[in-house]
């Protein structure tokens, strides 16, 4: 089964080492999962003291073998082909030469810029606008296409400036950024206090083990005192019946000897 993935939608990012911060060079997947060119994690582990992934710091014990990762190594290579297609074959995707505007996320060639957005700032050629767009889309009023940048309190909605002049007009509105932080510290303080939580009742749950570690060792301790007592009055009772039968023993004697004295008396 086959299958073609357009390259012309994809981030740039997904084909970049973050050693190098370019399009990948013999790709090698590691054991946490993440990508580095073979060449670019093996200096880096030569340089360090603890053999670590550079991006989660997940520590190993020895080096993992590295071997090419094929399908990263041909999706990179199809990336490259693209890249050179498009700038040979469309005139708005050719290198910026001196005093044109580039591309600021090409990393290898850098292609001349198609457009410069107005609200991030940042220039893209023909290929990494779409994406841009499509992401900028999800920033934008669908009314008025204005940037939204403010928050509506009352309806609890992102807004635009002119939205604040026509349905907003009357509502509570504030800077995007400030709600942005106030939310943000509100998720900060509401972690915090499940933090808070979680340690009460880790700290809850130590008492209580710890309290059955002391309820268990009293009752090992009564059950070893209490076995001491029936031990000692097991042996007192098997003394006493001792004590008991020698007492009787000694009267059956004395009563047959008194009967005998009788017996003989009798005779004479």
Same mark, same amino acid.
């Not at 340690?199 to 570690?213: F, T």
């Given at each position: 089964?086959?299958?073609?993935?357009?390259?012309?939608?994809?981030?740039?990012?997904?084909? =970049?080492?973050?050693?190098?911060?370019?399009?990948?060079?013999?790709?090698?997947?590691?054991?946490? #999962?993440?990508? +580095?060119? !073979?060449?670019?994690?093996?200096?880096?582990?030569?340089?360090?003291?603890?053999?670590?992934?550079?991006?989660?710091?997940?520590? +190993?014990?020895?080096?993992?073998?590295?071997?090419?990762?094929? +399908?990263? $190594?041909?999706?990179?290579?199809?990336?490259?082909? $693209?890249?050179?297609?498009?700038?040979?074959?469309?005139?708005?995707?050719?290198?910026?030469?001196? #005093?044109?505007?580039?591309?600021?996320?090409?990393?290898?060639?850098?292609?001349?810029?198609?457009? $410069?957005? @107005?609200?991030?700032?940042?220039?893209?050629?023909?290929?990494? @606008?779409?994406?841009?767009?499509?992401?900028?889309?999800?920033? !934008?009023?669908?009314?008025?296409?204005?940037?939204?940048?403010?928050?509506?309190?009352?309806?609890?909605?992102?807004?635009?400036?002119?939205?604040?002049?026509?349905?907003?007009?009357?509502?509570?509105?504030?800077?995007?950024?400030?709600? +942005?932080?106030?939310?943000?510290?509100?998720? #900060?303080?509401?972690?915090?206090?499940?933090?808070?939580?979680?340690?009460?009742? =880790?700290?809850?749950?130590?008492?209580?083990?710890?309290?059955?570690?002391? $309820?268990?060792?009293?009752?090992?301790?009564?059950?070893?005192?209490?076995?001491?007592?029936?031990?000692?009055?097991?042996?007192?009772?098997?003394?006493?019946?001792?004590?008991?039968?020698?007492?009787?023993?000694?009267?059956?004697?004395?009563?047959?000897?008194?009967?005998?004295?009788?017996?003989?008396?009798?005779?004479?």
């Amino acid at each position: 089964m086959s299958f073609i993935v357009k390259i012309d939608l994809m981030y740039e990012e997904q084909f =970049l080492c973050s050693i190098c911060l370019d399009v990948f060079t013999e790709p090698v997947s590691i054991q946490c #999962g993440h990508n +580095f060119c !073979m060449a670019c994690i093996r200096k880096y582990w030569d340089s360090k003291d603890l053999c670590q992934c550079p991006m989660c710091k997940k520590t +190993f014990d020895k080096r993992p073998d590295l071997f090419i990762n094929t +399908f990263i $190594s041909e999706m990179a290579a199809q990336f490259r082909k $693209s890249v050179k297609r498009k700038a040979t074959s469309s005139p708005d995707q050719c290198p910026a030469k001196p #005093g044109e505007v580039s591309c600021e996320i090409c990393t290898e060639t850098k292609l001349k810029a198609l457009k $410069s957005c @107005l609200v991030c700032l940042t220039s893209y050629c023909e290929t990494h @606008l779409e994406p841009h767009q499509i992401n900028l889309e999800d920033r !934008m009023c669908r009314t008025h296409e204005r940037l939204l940048e403010l928050f509506c309190k009352t309806d609890q909605m992102c807004v635009c400036v002119l939205c604040i002049k026509t349905d907003h007009k009357t509502h509570y509105t504030v800077p995007l950024e400030e709600e +942005f932080g106030a939310r943000k510290g509100k998720i #900060g303080k509401t972690e915090a206090e499940v933090h808070q939580k979680i340690q009460e009742r =880790l700290k809850k749950a130590q008492e209580i083990k710890h309290s059955v570690q002391l $309820s268990k060792r009293d009752t090992e301790r009564e059950i070893a005192d209490s076995a001491q007592v029936l031990t000692a009055l097991v042996c007192s009772n098997e003394t006493n019946q001792a004590e008991l039968i020698d007492v009787i023993e000694k009267k059956q004697k004395a009563a047959e000897r008194q009967a005998e004295g009788l017996i003989k008396a009798g005779n004479h």
